[in-house]
C-alpha cells in the first residue's frame, strides 16, 4: 500500500504571499492530521480532517487553514505568511480518529 | 493528554538491545501509550501502541508497567539505522491529536 504523500516537498516564499500544501492519504484512510515542526516548538498539532470535516484544531491563528475533499484528499493553506511559518509541515493520515497515524514526509516551507 | 517525561538522549551498541524508559505517571484509565521515531528531518514513524498489556510487532516491544505509569520501549538488536529521535506519547482512545514532547535522541554507535 502507498505511504501519505505531501506535494510539494520543499518551497519558498516571500513575506505576505500565501501557500497551499497538499497532502494524499493512505488509502482507505479517512482522517488526516496536519502538524508544524519548527526548531525552536517541536511538533505541534494544527488541525484534523475526517469525512470533510475540521474535527479538532490547535492553537493556531486564522491564517492557518484547511480543507478535505470527498476522497479524503486534504490540503492546508496559510495567508499572509511570516517569517515564523519557516517550518516542516507534515500531513498524517489514519484509518479512524483515534487509530495510530501514518505521517508522510513533510512539506518543508522557507519564508524569506 | 497525560504528560510524559523521557530522559534527553542515550546510547546503543550496535547489536545491543535499546531499552527506552517513559514516564507517565498521570495516565488515565483509557489512556493508550504510543511509540513514534522520527530520523532526522523525516515524518514521524508509528512504531508501536498499547494499553496496558505488552505489545510486540516486527519492529519492538512495549512494555507497561502493571500501574501503567511507566513503559519502556524495547529495540531488540539495535542497529545505525535506528538512530533517531523517539517520541513516547500518551493518548486518549478517540483523541485525534498527537502531542509530542521532545523525545530521547537515541545514538546507535558501531
Known amino acids: 500500500k502507498a505511504g501519505v504523500t505531501q506535494t510539494p516537498r520543499y518551497l519558498i516564499k516571500t513575506r505576505g504571499q500565501q501557500v497551499t500544501l497538499s497532502c494524499s492519504p493512505i488509502s482507505g484512510h479517512r482522517s488526516v492530521s496536519w502538524y508544524q515542526q519548527t526548531p525552536g516548538q517541536g511538533l505541534q498539532f494544527l488541525f484534523e480532517?475526517?469525512?470533510?470535516?475540521?474535527?479538532n484544531k490547535g492553537n493556531f491563528p486564522g491564517r492557518f487553514s484547511g480543507r478535505q475533499f470527498s476522497n479524503s484528499r486534504s490540503e492546508m493553506n496559510v495567508s499572509t505568511l511570516e517569517l515564523g511559518d519557516s517550518a516542516l509541515y507534515l500531513c498524517?493520515?489514519?484509518?479512524?480518529?483515534?487509530?495510530?497515524?501514518?505521517f508522510g514526509p513533510g512539506t518543508r516551507l522557507t519564508v524569506t | 493528554d497525560a504528560k510524559t517525561t523521557q530522559p534527553p538522549s542515550m546510547d546503543c551498541a550496535e547489536g545491543r538491545a535499546a531499552n527506552l524508559p517513559c514516564n507517565h505517571s498521570?495516565?488515565?484509565?483509557?489512556?493508550?501509550v504510543y511509540w513514534y521515531r522520527q530520523i532526522h528531518s523525516q515524518g514521524p514513524q508509528y512504531i508501536i501502541h498499547?494499553?496496558?498489556n505488552n505489545e510486540t510487532n516486527e519492529m519492538a516491544s512495549l512494555i507497561i508497567t502493571e500501574d501503567r505509569k511507566s513503559s519502556t520501549l524495547i529495540l531488540p538488536h539495535a542497529t545505525l539505522r535506528d538512530t533517531a529521535v523517539y517520541y513516547c506519547i500518551v493518548r486518549d482512545g478517540t483523541a485525534s491529536k498527537l502531542t509530542f514532547g521532545t523525545g530521547t535522541r537515541l545514538q546507535v554507535t558501531l
Open positions: 498524517a493520515s489514519s484509518s479512524l480518529r483515534g487509530a495510530e497515524q501514518y
Open positions: 498499547g494499553l496496558k
Open positions: 498521570t495516565i488515565s484509565g483509557n489512556e493508550y
Open positions: 480532517y475526517f469525512s470533510e470535516t475540521q474535527r
